[in-house]
């Protein structure tokens, strides 16, 4: 083919901006979200209530600014999912009948990640730069330990999983590194010189090997951006406008980064909701948006305070209580609707006549023709599920837990109940390695071996305790010395025989107190979440005379559990929610049941240790009850145990405490005995209800005065 001399020139023509005509904004949009999307340029900070139509709000500004010629080249828009910013972009598209493929849309590491692609040699990253993943960094800082000069096997020290947790979070935090250890994990204070020269042979390792994690996406991008005017002033000229979503969980990086974007323009608009923020324990800085006027000079203030989600009952609680924070902007949100139900809150006797509310109610607004896919049963920790789930599963109701595994299938309730189940049944082969793999310098070819010696003795639990101490390499004794004897305690070897078997509650804090809470430090980089489920574990344990019992009702469970949903085949179509409040925002339901309203419980008396605690676990409280649109259900059990068998009475959370009167109604419950029979008062303290699933025994309801 012969060449072509000379050129063509080809031009791509833009579709029509609209093809349907201007959009009715009066029509599709409420005053408050109007005044909103037409507010033309400048920092503007929007604070959109709970369910006051936030995404409707941003997807329609958008649409606007390229329906009035802003071309959609000039436009950034950030979210903290990217398929939140496909849905936005599709909607815009809808709308105004327009390409807006244009639009840079994205998370901030997605738009980090372009930034560092077309820009990142000016700080010695080459454009093919590879993005760690969590796993792979993980993998990497546990390269690293050794190359730092500390030994990867000593027995203390943070594996790579917690070490490179703990370098994201000092990054995203903008904090060092000493401080992150400080903050997060201050049981490994005394390991801080050797974390810091972990996170420095990290960082030259990620060099090395050109490769990025997340944090460095963001950071890098703000390096970039602060030290290069150039690539500053290219960004700042190309994006005209800057559109952020739910502002409220940036962290100190972040913004930073559309602070630099915008520039002196100003075309900043944030969107977000104050009394929804948070996620400080993964670095959401609530600074940015309560100071965002302040940085901002002539930054004007929107509140959306119509909210389409909840009756009026249900908002009116939920404004009572974020009104107690002294550090927020005020707003009241209204409804659209009637005022519906009174919020009930329930005083049970204890968390098992809690659970037993909550599933027979489930079943009863079933009955009533509310979904169960519609219900939800909201927490504080995921462990406070832990009696729920076990009544569920009692009853055949289907359930999803959002937070987590189920509570009997996390791998540190799997780790402590197999010292129970090999002291229970020395026969059991996998307890038995499951919890010799869980030692230093103890891996699956010793584990095997300690195994083989043991399983030929008549009483494996004696010969280990008595003859065991030669079965291992010399470097794994001094740990395998503390199993032994852990194990001859736990299997009561030292223990009078009038005493009994030691009770499963004491067993489990027996393993927890002597090995498994340092074991957690070091391999977990959410520890303390973990020994705390371990510790309720505990307390569940005590309606346990035998630890056989108890192995035998958490068999039964999983079986039950297990057969909901078989190989290849599918779950049912509906099912409860139980999830932690952190996982619940953003979405709702029909009904809301929030458990265990305690002031041991809900606030965390962790975070009441920060000052700024109680007002971020008071949001929370707020984010769960406005999940809820029709019918909203508070419980408190009135006494709880700890794991040393002393029962005492609870106090009430403070956020119910403090509501006004009239917010809620009260209800007191009794139990039906089997014939139907009421028992006034619900029983005796600490009485168990039966597990039977047809015991016609039930729970009756009163309705009195309002709380």
């Known amino acids: ?324 924070n002294k550090r927020q902007f005020e707003k009241r949100l209204r409804t659209t609707r009637g005022p519906g139900a009174l919020p009930a809150l329930i005083p049970t006797r204890d968390v098992l006549q809690q659970a037993d509310f909550v599933a027979q109610r489930i079943l009863e607004l079933q009955d009533e023709g509310t979904p169960l896919s519609e219900m939800a049963v909201l927490y504080r920790a995921h462990y406070h599920s832990m009696e729920l789930q076990m009544e569920l599963t009692r009853r055949s109701i289907p359930f999803e837990i959002r937070s987590g595994l189920r509570f009997f299938e996390q791998r540190h309730i799997k780790d402590v109940t197999a010292f129970l189940r090999l002291v229970s049944s020395p026969a059991d082969e996998l307890a038995w390695k499951r919890a010799l793999r869980l030692l230093p310098k103890v891996g699956a070819a010793t584990a095997d071996r300690i195994w083989d010696h043991l399983r030929v003795q008549k009483d494996p639990i004696r010969c280990l305790a008595e003859q065991g101490a030669g079965i291992v390499p010399k470097g794994a004794r001094p740990a395998f010395d503390g199993f032994r004897s852990l194990i001859a305690d736990l299997a009561g070897l030292h223990r009078p025989p009038e005493a009994g078997a030691v009770p499963p509650t004491e067993m489990i804090m027996l393993v927890l107190d002597r090995f498994y809470e340092e074991f957690a430090e070091a391999t977990f980089d959410n520890a303390p979440a973990r020994v705390e489920d371990v510790r309720q574990l505990a307390e569940f344990a005590m309606q346990y005379d035998t630890s056989e019992r108890f192995l035998s009702e958490l068999a039964l469970m999983g079986t039950v559990a297990a057969e909901a949903a078989g190989p290849g085949e599918e779950g049912p179509e509906e099912a409860v929610v139980l999830s932690s409040v952190h996982q619940a925002k953003g979405l709702e339901w029909k009904a809301v049941f929030l458990i265990w309203l305690t002031d041991s419980r809900f606030p965390n008396p962790r975070a009441l240790a920060d000052p700024e605690g109680e007002e971020e676990e008071r949001r929370l409280f707020y984010v769960a009850v406005t999940r809820a649109k029709d019918e909203l259900y508070l419980t408190q059990p009135m006494t709880e145990s700890d794991t040393v068998r002393m029962r005492a009475f609870s106090r009430l959370s403070r956020f119910v405490a403090e509501l006004p009167e009239g917010a809620c109604e009260r209800w007191s419950l009794e139990e039906e005995a089997p014939g139907g029979t009421p028992a006034p008062g619900g029983g005796p303290a600490g009485a168990v209800r039966p597990a039977d699933p047809d015991d016609p025994g039930g729970l009756r309801y009163e309705y009195g005065e309002d709380s």
């Open 1 to 324: 083919m012969a060449r072509a001399e000379g050129s063509r020139k080809y031009t791509l023509k833009r579709p029509p901006r609209s093809l349907s005509g201007r959009i009715d904004y009066a029509a599709d949009l409420n005053p408050q979200q109007l005044e909103v999307v037409t507010a033309g340029t400048g920092p503007l900070l929007v604070i959109a209530g709970a369910g006051s139509g936030k995404t409707r709000t941003v997807t329609y500004r958008l649409a606007r600014l390229i329906e009035e010629g802003v071309a959609p080249e000039a436009i950034l828009l950030v979210t903290f999912t990217n398929k939140a910013a496909r849905e936005m972009l599709h909607r815009a598209a809808t709308l105004i009948q327009s390409d807006v493929r244009r639009v840079w849309g994205g998370t901030f590491h997605h738009v980090g990640n372009l930034i560092l692609r077309n820009h990142g040699q000016l700080l010695g990253y080459p454009p093919n730069f590879t993005i760690l993943d969590r796993e792979d960094a993980a993998d990497l800082a546990q390269e690293c330990v050794r190359l730092a000069g500390v030994d990867p096997k000593e027995k203390h020290f943070p594996k790579g999983n917690v070490l490179e947790s703990l370098f994201a979070f000092a990054a995203d935090t903008d904090r060092s590194v000493a401080d992150a250890v400080l903050e997060k994990s201050p049981y490994l204070a005394d390991r801080i010189g050797d974390i810091e020269r972990v996170a420095e042979r990290f960082a030259q390792r990620k060099r090395e090997i050109n490769a990025t994690d997340f944090s460095d996406l963001l950071t890098a991008t703000r390096a970039l951006l602060r030290e290069h005017e150039e690539v500053r002033r290219a960004y700042q000229d190309r994006f005209r406008y800057v559109l952020v979503d739910e502002y409220q969980d940036t962290n100190k990086v972040q913004a930073d980064i559309v602070d630099l974007i915008a520039g002196p323009r100003g075309n900043l608009t944030v969107v977000g909701d104050d009394a929804q923020s948070i996620y400080s324990f993964r670095g959401a800085h609530f600074e940015n948006i309560i100071t965002f006027p302040e940085r901002h000079p002539g930054a004007r203030l929107f509140r959306l305070e119509t909210n389409y989600r909840s009756t009026e009952s249900i908002l009116a609680l939920a404004n009572a209580s974020i009104a107690r």
